[in-house]
């Protein structure tokens, strides 16, 4: 009777520390992971009217081996275009999640940055934000400390050309100690990439 006494003692005091070992206290806090996208599509719509324009980069495996596909970018010669970004997360076809939403609430951790080919549009002008967050982009939406956001922009065509498009989304997240790296001066290279897309464009 002794040794079963002993022996659930034992037990006992092993299964208090494997609890304690696993308390709520030890469990690292959880981060906010970039967003895992699989699909983007661009849609400029003319200003004047018309038929809109899509361009659409497909992942279907995400951050896996195999590379995205893009669709060309082809729009007409001096036109201005709104140009708006729907991003989607579908890696499970039964449940498409809204990546567009998630960057909504959280704008002021989120920043699209721009870059193209020099002489594709007139306004703006230049070659894009990417390498200097002094260039012009013609934002139309910001977040809630007035700060551009990305999803929805405006373009302005030149003349026929050829060229690329590129889209890098930044997630810019406050750091632990309440740094904020979303600021007014920000740029490409400040927290991680969400995604980074290069498209071939025509002006045609």
């Known amino acids: 009777m002794k040794w079963i006494s002993y022996a659930a ?6 299964s208090l ?6 308390d709520d206290d030890d469990v690292p806090p959880e981060e906010n992971p970039e967003e895992e996208i699989t699909n983007v599509v661009l849609t400029f719509t003319p200003a004047g009217g018309g038929s809109a324009v899509t361009a659409t980069s497909i992942d279907p495996d995400g951050d896996g081996p195999d590379n995205s596909v893009e669709t060309e970018i082809v729009l007409a010669a001096n036109t201005t ?10 890696r499970d076809p039964s449940d498409i999640e ?6 909504e609430d959280e704008d ?11 002489g594709l549009f007139t306004d703006p002008e230049g070659d894009g934000n990417i390498d200097s967050r002094a260039d012009l982009v ?7 400390d007035g700060l551009p956001l990305g999803l929805e922009t405006e373009w302005a065509t030149g003349d026929a050309a050829t060229g690329t498009f590129r889209v890098v989304l930044k997630h810019q997240p406050p750091l632990e100690d309440g740094t904020l790296i979303k600021t007014a001066t920000s740029t490409a290279t400040d927290g991680e990439s969400d995604i980074d897309i290069t498209w071939d464009i025509t002006i045609q």
Do not use: K, V
Request: glycine share 4%.
């Open 17 to 22: 520390l494997i609890f304690t070992a696993c």
């Open 138 to 144: 013609n934002y139309e939406d910001q977040d809630g």
């Open 81 to 90: 275009y709104t140009l708006s970004m729907q991003l989607t997360d579908a």
């Open 108 to 118: 002021d951790e989120h920043m699209f940055f721009f870059g193209w080919t020099e």
């Open 9 to 14: 003692y034992a037990l006992l005091t092993s």
């Open 98 to 103: 809204n990546i567009t939403e998630e960057i």
